[in-house]
């Protein structure tokens, strides 16, 4: 039996009030996430939620002295496999809530932003999942069986705030291993989320900054690596009337500077070079479809003998001032190791549905969520995050 001062039961306790104070149950609620009979869903998502910070599994704890308590097995399978449930109002509408909080700590000069990117959830062992693909990692260079990740954040510098993702299959189906089960409401979330999935990347992108701006979220600028600055996203956003900051590779891209068509080498040999500056200099060009940009080439930390680029399309912001807004992308890779290492992401359920997927990540960002809310409510040592690194 646990002891009333153990971690586990502090940390319950807890939860129930940051709960309580965010309003978990009404957000379900809302999304239509909710149960006919028996357990309610508050009580089956807490279970769900809490599973990480007990450092067990749904069997261990089914298993265990409290699991008596506890709705069986079957009751959490089937809560995470329903296909009604809209798992994204309820996560945009918890997101919004926590992120509008961190709105009011901060000054209304203080630059806010999106952030684009996506990371490989591996799925090495399975053969019969929905929408499993091969899908290329761009970390090692190969194609792997899983799903991409794409995961669109909101971040003022000090907090990262996961808003909304898509869970990518493959848009050629060459690359897919597994179809879509055939027997769904075609009116249902679960199949809106699966249609989804064979989206292209750009598109999915695009999609989720338009969702982002109807919800009420607001940012300065919309920060992406290599993977996604291409001039139709870029026009596309700056119709949003947003800004992009994003890493430029050595591609087949051209770009117009003094009436020549040229590539991002022949750019960096005719800016004057600043030989021991961390950032060598920058150029004005315009793209062949006519799109203003500006392209600061930095040194490469990790090779001197090497640059990097980065493009804007907001030409008024100082050298100095795109580099640092463009380190505020770093968090999201940092969200990813977190979520990946420390939170389950793609590990704690290994279900065959597209909709378990779509749920339990749901919960996992809720978690970092949840952590980072909490960590700007109170410092104090014995908040959620003190207490989770503390113990698990």
Not at 228 to 255: C, N, S, W
Not at 357 to 366: P, W
Request: hydrophobic share 40%.
């Amino acid at each position: 039996m646990l002891l009333h001062n153990s971690p586990s039961e502090q940390y319950q306790h807890k939860i129930s009030i940051v709960f309580s104070s965010l309003g978990i149950g009404t957000l379900l609620h809302k999304a239509g996430i909710r149960k006919a009979f028996g357990v309610s869903s508050l009580a089956v998502f807490k279970i769900i939620f809490l599973l990480v910070f007990q450092d067990r599994n749904l069997f261990r704890l089914l298993e265990s002295k409290r699991g008596e308590s506890l709705p069986g097995k079957d009751v959490v399978y089937r809560f995470l496999n329903e296909t009604r449930f809209n798992w994204r109002r309820f996560f945009q509408s918890l997101s919004l809530k926590i992120v509008s909080g961190f709105e009011k700590l901060i000054s209304s000069y203080r630059i806010r932003v999106f952030i684009i990117d996506d990371s490989i959830l591996n799925r090495k062992r399975s053969k019969k999942v929905e929408l499993l693909a091969k899908v290329f990692d761009h970390i090692s260079g190969h194609f792997v069986r899983g799903y991409n990740l794409l995961t669109l954040g909101w971040s003022d510098g000090y907090s990262f705030a996961p808003i909304d993702f898509t869970l990518m299959s493959s848009a050629k189906k060459a690359n897919r291993l597994h179809e879509m089960r055939e027997d769904l409401d075609k009116r249902s979330v679960g199949y809106k989320r699966r249609k989804e999935a064979l989206l292209h990347k750009p598109d999915a992108a695009l999609q989720m900054v338009e969702r982002a701006i109807k919800a009420g979220f607001t940012a300065d600028y919309v920060l992406m690596d290599s993977w996604f600055t291409h001039e139709p996203l870029l026009k596309a956003i700056m119709d949003k009337v947003l800004h992009v900051i994003g890493m430029v590779k050595e591609l087949k891209q051209r770009y117009i500077f003094d009436g020549k068509r040229l590539s991002l080498h022949d750019l960096f040999a005719k800016i004057p070079k600043k030989p021991k500056a961390d950032i060598q200099g920058s150029v004005m060009v315009q793209t062949p479809r006519g799109l203003s940009l500006k392209i600061v080439f930095v040194q490469n930390r990790n090779n001197r003998r090497e640059w990097l680029a980065i493009l804007t399309t907001d030409l008024s912001l100082e050298d100095a001032e795109i580099v640092r807004i463009y380190g505020m992308r770093w968090s999201i890779e940092t969200f990813f190791k977190m979520a990946k290492s420390h939170l389950k992401l793609g590990s704690e359920f290994q279900g065959r549905s597209f909709d378990m997927m779509i749920s339990h990540t749901t919960i996992v960002f809720s978690r970092y969520l949840i952590l980072e809310w909490e960590r700007r409510q109170n410092t104090d040592d014995r908040s959620l995050g003190g207490m989770f690194y503390t113990f698990c």
